[in-house]
């Protein structure tokens, strides 16, 4: 059971940074001998699917009720381009795997977006656009190693949003992607839930609230230069990372 409490802590940790927590959590899974390491992965994402639901409880409500349809427009958008891209490249590639290679062109560009932005030259691109480009590269997220929250924040990271509301729509757009790409995965392939693996789950919905709370906390309280820098070096770290397996 500690096996499955150690998994549980990791998704709930790293689904929200730039590396690919599905990644981590399977190389984990098959270092420590678990059965069905990919599937595990998987399947721990409706953990940290949970935490994001409940924890912007109140901003779901606002979308859901068109009371917010800005965001509610943004999201759809950038959810169905997502669904057409990450459909497309998943039976086109889904037997090549360079998502390092992609996170660490993700790092380098967040790094030229901090730089950019220091020294008072940003990317403004208008937030209808945006919808374009970052549904684009989260749909990129289908191919092993690469994160989709790397991708988002990279996407998102060129308009003028300010750090914690970058990670605040990541994160808001994590929840139908992985909502589609599990039942489409459970209709693909049913995994059978043990109640080792729903412990599992359930530490990583309860690891997710925390981690959430602790990175919305700290971005709110950094410049966007900084921001970049950090969350480039996380992307070139999760790239390594993936170069390494």
């Given at each position: 059971?500690?096996?499955?409490?150690?998994?549980?802590?990791?998704?709930?940790?790293?689904?929200?940074?730039?590396?690919?927590?599905?990644?981590?959590?399977?190389?984990?899974?098959?270092?420590?001998?678990?059965?069905?390491p990919i599937d595990l992965a998987l399947y721990l994402h409706l953990g940290t699917l949970f935490s994001a639901i409940i924890y912007f409880y109140h901003d779901w409500k606002k979308i859901i009720f068109l009371k917010d349809k800005k965001t509610f427009?943004?999201?759809?958008?950038?959810?169905?381009?997502?669904?057409?891209?990450?459909g497309f490249f998943y039976f086109l590639i889904k037997d090549f795997s360079f998502g390092g290679s992609f996170l660490i062109l993700m790092g380098a560009g967040l790094f030229l977006t901090g730089f950019f932005h220091k020294k008072s030259f940003s990317f403004k691109i208008d937030f209808e656009k945006l919808a374009f480009l970052v549904g684009f590269l989260q749909g990129l997220s289908v191919?092993?190693?690469?994160?989709?929250?790397?991708?988002?924040?990279?996407?998102?990271?060129?308009?003028?949003?300010?750090?914690?509301q970058i990670l605040k729509?990541?994160?808001?757009?994590?929840?139908?992607?992985?909502?589609?790409?599990?039942?489409?995965?459970?209709?693909?392939?049913?995994?059978?839930?043990?109640?080792?693996?729903?412990?599992?789950?359930?530490?990583?919905?309860?690891?997710?609230?925390?981690?959430l709370k602790f990175l919305l906390k700290v971005a709110s309280k950094l410049n966007f230069s900084k921001f970049c820098f950090i969350f480039g070096l996380?992307?070139?770290?999760?790239?390594?990372i993936e170069f390494l397996k």
């Open positions: 059971m500690k096996e499955y409490l150690f998994l549980g802590l990791l998704q709930g940790i790293f689904e929200w940074l730039p590396i690919s927590s599905e990644g981590i959590v399977s190389l984990f899974s098959s270092f420590l001998k678990m059965p069905n427009n943004f999201l759809l958008k950038t959810t169905l381009i997502s669904l057409l891209v990450g191919i092993p190693g690469v994160s989709r929250s790397g991708a988002t924040i990279f996407g998102l990271s060129l308009s003028s949003l300010p750090p914690k729509l990541s994160y808001l757009l994590s929840v139908p992607v992985v909502l589609f790409g599990s039942i489409f995965l459970s209709l693909k392939n049913p995994f059978f839930f043990s109640k080792e693996v729903i412990f599992s789950s359930l530490v990583a919905f309860l690891t997710g609230l925390l981690s996380l992307c070139l770290l999760g790239g390594l």
